[in-house]
């Protein structure tokens, strides 16, 4: 490897490791192990160089086949088809053979979470390789933004699919919807950048980055390692109003209150000294008078 290489990688390394900070944080009830996230990186990079092995081999299929054309309409199908579908679909393919069927790979976010890795190791990969053809690290400066995020959020809409799939099988082939919109996705916002119409580009991003929020949200609503702490409480005789089970005395009228039994604050059923809610399943917030 050349010295040129080796900074190219290293420069190429910063918006990678930036946006991994980011990505594995959505994991926020249960951390992914490292080392499926570093696996989940290399299938990325794998993915990025799948495409070049399938460009050469369509090349020398059909020469001229993936000449980029003059024509808008045509360069927007080849944008979608040749560079969006090609990209997504050797992505979302790594994903699926690098991490899909591990254990940890669990819960409805750890779609989006390692469909985000495999999108970093496309772009970090990608990322060395403009750095070498421009023979500088200025073309990082844009790229670090706009397109190594872009890879993630593209991916992101059938990483969802992956993890849905995954936490809640069903026989509809939404993984198949998702990679067709995120390879339209795709496509339109290089289309929009080859067309010097940057402002569409940026609305395209936009658009994506609103649906990976609202599924962040969705993911974390689905997970199942969510906990909710609650507290026991009582009720008091007098006034009626419940208070922490800890609290010897009502906090509403001041009267002692030892008699009446601790409840589960979400759901009102008598709770012991044990960890969580028989009923409800909530953990109960642990206070130095009520533990044991
Ligand atoms: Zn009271
Ligand atoms: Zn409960």
Redesign the pocket.
């Known amino acids: 490897m050349s010295l040129e290489a080796i900074q190219a990688l290293l420069l190429s390394l910063v918006p990678c490791f930036f946006w991994l900070w980011y990505i594995q944080g959505l994991g926020r009830y249960r951390r992914e192990p490292a080392w499926m996230l570093g696996l989940a990186l290399l299938a990325g990079a794998g993915s990025a160089y799948g495409v070049l092995l399938t460009c050469d081999f369509l090349e020398e299929l059909a020469p001229g086949f993936l000449t980029v054309p003059h024509e808008p309409l045509r360069l927007m199908f080849y944008f979608v088809v040749a560079v969006g579908l090609m990209e997504e679909g050797w992505k979302m393919l790594c994903c699926w053979l690098a991490v899909y069927f591990l254990p940890s790979f669990d819960e409805p976010v750890d779609g989006l979470l390692y469909a985000g890795c495999v999108a970093l190791g496309f772009a970090t990969a990608e990322n060395v390789k403009y750095i070498l053809e421009a023979g500088g690290p200025a073309v990082l400066v844009g790229r670090a933004i706009l397109s190594t995020f872009g890879h993630v959020l593209m991916s992101g809409v059938w990483g969802y699919a992956l993890g849905m799939q995954k936490c809640r099988p069903s026989r509809a082939p939404l993984w198949l919807l998702a990679l067709f919109a995120a390879a339209l996705g795709h496509g339109l916002f290089d289309w929009f950048l080859t067309m010097d119409w940057p402002l569409a580009a940026v609305a395209v991003l936009a658009a994506l980055w609103w649906l990976f929020s609202l599924r962040i949200q969705e993911t974390a609503r689905l997970s199942p390692y969510r906990v909710h702490r609650v507290h026991r409480v009582r009720e008091?005789?007098?006034?009626?109003?419940l208070?922490r089970a800890a609290a010897s005395?009502?906090?509403?009228?001041?009267?002692r209150?030892e008699s009446a039994s601790a409840v589960c604050a979400n759901c009102l059923t008598p709770a012991g000294g044990e960890e969580r809610c028989a009923r409800c399943g909530c953990l109960f917030v642990k206070t130095a008078s009520t533990a044991g």
């Open positions: 008091c005789p007098r006034c009626g109003i208070h005395y009502c906090t509403g009228c001041g009267q209150n």
